[in-house]
């Protein structure tokens, strides 16, 4: 039973620096056969991309050409890219962007509109606050939160199709894309692989997975679920699925502990706190990657109640929570057993 199932880790965590590796990754018929695959460090995480069947690394080239060219319009830790200089011009002046942005910028927005705020693209000012993304995060005073707070407010990004151009209206206000462009990433990765005629990939952008064709003939592919404890590729459950995208937030992809507590780094913009929700991980299950990260973490800061109503309201997408009374609540198009089985005895199936 073991050798038929195929387990892929949700992101290796491999210190690299801007290159890409060359890696295998386990074939998809098992018996320990392997497959080609290649990683390499972009959007501040390490990005594998496994193209099934040998002989394309032209496609790889184009893959990660494409990865890098996002990180360079999208992050906000690169002086040059087109989010820094937005946040610069903030209360200032409307900036022109690229189409990639500006698209990533305005579904960013629709997001935290219809999760009520709990998404919210101007994060920026709290993430920054807290290091939480850098090398020396800390937990600030309520003081220093309560300064911040007002200018986290997605109501004053004003966005002009005409001329492709965002305005922060705000001095200090700060948008952070790294709850989305992971998504919309794995989404353009995708179309690359696409374009380029390739029967069956998987896409793993620091756990934003992106399934592409199928593993093979009817047969689902089988995704391992990151365990919200323990080391990376311990899972707690398998998702058996066809195409689609699977993307899971939780307390312990980011985060840092002080006087004994786990700050994890995904913030409530109500509090500037990381959430504190009741949740340990939400996994969205949805065709759109740039969709699932969105509403993984609108879900995460939404909590097990809310959350699981807010991805039941929205047509194509599942959910598995799981809380902190070690409970995995599926929404209702997924069945225990078929499209979820769980593998880690320390948790119990709640619904
Ligand atoms: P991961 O990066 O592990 O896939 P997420 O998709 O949940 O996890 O993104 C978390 C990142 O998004 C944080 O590091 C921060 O940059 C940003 N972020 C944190 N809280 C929020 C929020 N409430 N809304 C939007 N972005 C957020
Ligand atoms: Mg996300």
Not at 30 to 42: D, E, L, N
Not at 104 to 129: C, H, K, N, Q, W
Not at 203 to 227: F, T
Not at 257 to 273: L, Q
Request: proline share 5%; charged share 15%.
């Amino acid at each position: 039973m073991r050798n038929l199932l195929v387990f892929f880790m949700a992101a290796a965590f491999l210190p690299l620096a801007g290159c890409e590796r060359l890696s295998r990754q386990p074939a998809p018929f098992g018996g320990g056969a392997t497959v080609p695959s290649q990683s390499a460090f972009a959007l501040n995480t390490v990005n594998t991309i496994t193209l099934y069947d040998e002989g394309y690394p032209h496609i790889y080239h184009a893959v990660f050409a494409r990865l890098h060219e996002l990180e360079g319009k999208l992050s906000m830790f690169d002086a040059d890219s087109y989010v820094s200089r937005i946040n610069a011009a903030a209360g200032v002046e409307a900036v022109q962007v690229h189409p990639d942005v500006f698209y990533v910028i305005e579904r960013a927005v629709f997001y935290a509109e219809i999760s009520g705020g709990a998404f919210d693209p101007t994060i920026a000012p709290l993430t920054m606050l807290w290091g939480i993304t850098g090398d020396a995060p800390r937990v600030p005073s309520q003081q220093e939160i309560d300064g911040l707070l007002p200018l986290v407010n997605w109501r004053n990004i004003e966005l002009d199709p005409e001329t492709q151009s965002v305005f922060l209206r705000e001095h200090g206000m700060a948008i952070d894309l790294g709850a989305i462009a992971k998504g919309y990433a794995a989404d353009e990765v995708a179309a690359v692989i696409r374009r380029a005629g390739v029967p069956r990939a998987m896409i793993d952008l620091g756990g934003n997975v992106l399934l592409v064709g199928a593993i093979e003939e009817g047969r689902p592919w089988r995704i391992g679920l990151q365990s919200p404890f323990g080391e990376r590729g311990a899972f707690f459950g398998i998702l058996q699925t066809e195409e689609t995208s699977v993307v899971t937030s939780g307390v312990n992809e980011r985060y840092f502990t002080a006087g004994g507590i786990h700050y994890h780094h995904i913030f409530s913009p109500f509090s500037g706190r990381p959430a504190e929700s009741g949740l340990l991980s939400v996994t969205i299950i949805t065709g759109v990657s740039m969709d699932a990260d969105a509403l993984s973490t609108s879900a995460f800061v939404l909590g097990q109640e809310r959350g699981r109503a807010f991805i039941e309201g929205i047509n194509g997408a599942q959910a598995i929570f799981v809380t902190e009374d070690m409970s995995v609540y599926l929404t209702s198009g997924l069945t225990a057993g078929v499209d979820f089985i769980l593998i880690d005895s320390s948790f119990r199936l709640a619904n």
